[in-house]
């Protein structure tokens, strides 16, 4: 029997349900209002939106950790900031459109980059979808006069790990960590959350969904003898074990990172992914990217722009991006 979509009235009364439990998590003697737009906990530390913006996150794991994390301090900071905007006693199946419009003037007019504002309408639209009510939010950011992002600089961002830095780290973890950036390009929670036993698959490596942005596995191949020697490090120090000491969590692994690149004077990793990006540009083409003085796309022949956009692409996927355009901010265009 194929399965019927639930109607409107069964929806409401499911979401109403659901805020009832939330206003009185410990069975409490209180009746609860009919409403939900009138629901407000217990105590004063905590706004009624924040509460259940909360609750709902907790509720809905979309994506990996790091999205869930982010996702989780966004909503707390919109639910903030429309109280400070005057939206007062606004519960979590109150938004509508010009709580949108109130939150995306403020941030233009604080300056945020389009990058920024994207980011913070996408987990509009999650809480928006989770409430069905995906029409508060407009589907293109165009409809509030959001810009595309600057991709194109053609400034290398570029950083390479200096011996005299490494040295500093008293951290075994956190160098190896570094290393794994520098060689495939990882962002700093794959490196740190990184599993040799299980990544490393000869001539590939797997990085597990759970590690990468967006809950995303991807391939990386294993090209070099530099590589091979990082790979061969880290699963002599770690065994069958990730980078994560046993004992402790990502948290107070990611913390130790940064307190160990604060000491050796490492600051801006992200750049080991630029020169990751840049290497991988010049091997694939046999010319060095825009970024680092090479030719611009206006300058390539038809040939060379169709091997330049193969290996912008193949740099993209193993980014663990998605789009050839996202390159521009690596490689410059």
């Known amino acids: ?32 209002d009919d409403s939900a737009d009138h629901f407000a906990p217990s105590g004063d530390t905590m706004r009624n939106l924040n509460y259940q913006l909360k609750q709902l996150c907790h509720r809905n794991r979309d ?15 919109v639910a903030t900031q429309l109280h400070e905007l005057g939206f007062r006693n606004l519960s979590a199946q109150g938004l509508k459109p010009k709580h949108v419009e109130a939150l995306v003037e403020r941030w ?42 600057r991709f194109v600089t053609n400034v290398s961002k570029a950083s390479v790990l200096q011996e005299i830095q490494l040295e500093r780290l008293t951290d075994t973890n956190s160098r190896l960590s570094l290393e794994l950036q520098a060689a495939f390009g990882l962002r700093r929670a794959e490196s740190i959350k990184f599993n040799a036993s299980f990544a490393d698959r000869g001539e590939v490596l797997i990085l597990k969904a759970s590690w990468c942005k967006g ?35 990502y948290k107070a692994q990611l913390d130790r990172f940064k307190h160990q690149c604060s000491l050796a004077g490492i600051h801006g990793v992200h750049g080991l992914r630029h020169a ?38 193949q740099i993209s996927r193993e980014l663990g991006h998605e789009r050839e355009q996202v390159t521009a901010i690596y490689l410059g265009r």
Not at 65 to 75: D, G, I, K, N, S
Request: proline share 6%.
């Open 276 to 313: 990751y990006a840049q290497a991988r540009y010049q091997e694939l083409t046999g010319w060095p990217c825009p970024a680092q003085g090479g030719p611009t796309s206006r300058q390539l022949t038809p040939a060379q722009k169709a091997l330049d956009r193969a290996a912008r692409l």
């Open 63 to 77: 994506g990996s950790f790091a999205t869930q994390a982010e996702r989780e301090r966004t909503l707390a900071l």
């Open 1 to 32: 029997m194929p399965r019927t979509k639930p109607s409107v009235d069964a929806q409401e009364r499911f979401w109403r349900a659901f805020f009832r439990e939330l206003a009185f998590p410990d069975g409490g003697d209180s009746e609860p």
């Open 215 to 249: 809950g995303k596995e991807r391939e990386i191949p294993i090209r070099t003898a530099e590589q091979r020697a990082v790979l061969d490090t880290v699963r002599a120090h770690c065994g069958k074990g990730s980078l994560i000491p046993a004992g402790m969590t």
């Open 108 to 149: 233009t007019e604080e300056g945020l980059s389009a990058g920024t504002m994207k980011n913070r309408m996408a987990h509009l639209r999650w809480w928006a979808e989770k409430l069905d009510k995906a029409s508060m939010v407009a589907r293109s950011n165009d409809a509030y006069g959001i810009a595309d992002r």
